[in-house]
Nanobody
Framework: QVQLVESGGGLVQPGGSLRLSCAASGRTTRVMGWFRQALGKEREFVAAIRWSTGTTYYVDSVTGRFTISRDNAKNTVYLQLNSLNSEDTAVYYC?????????????????????WGQGTQVTVAS
């Protein structure tokens, strides 16, 4: 089993920044991802990172604004959110997967992640 605990969400003004953290415990996984779900919308992929190589993937709407990183020693993955706007308002979920490889579509598919955190709310408002 894998346990994931997110933290770092909150209320921020447009243009502001937040850093989300996801602490993982339990068995080792290969990939960590961040997804988000806005009210009334489907869950969408945000970013992913491979533990071993640090290879990253981002959805186009956050490229250049968000950065995913990992600290292997702490078993923690971070998502730095910059230049936030109202469309970034959502519950952000951390997820862990054990798939070996693939292209962007594999990393972006939530069905490939077997473990999920409880989510942390990010609200962007003035």
């Amino acid at each position: 089993q894998v346990q994931l605990v997110e933290s770092g969400g909150g209320l921020v003004q447009p243009g502001g920044s937040l850093r989300l953290s996801c602490a993982a415990s339990g068995r080792t996984t290969r990939v960590m991802g961040w997804f988000r779900q806005a009210l009334g919308k489907e869950r969408e992929f945000v970013a992913a990172i491979r533990w071993s190589t640090g290879t990253t993937y981002y959805v186009d709407s956050v490229t250049g604004r968000f950065t995913i990183s990992r600290d292997n020693a702490k078993n923690t993955v971070y998502l730095q959110l910059n230049s936030l706007n109202s469309e970034d308002t959502a519950v952000y979920y951390c997820a862990a997967g054990e798939f070996v490889g693939g292209d962007y579509d594999v990393f972006a598919a939530d069905k490939n992640y077997h473990y999920w955190g409880q989510g942390t709310q990010v609200t962007v408002a003035s």
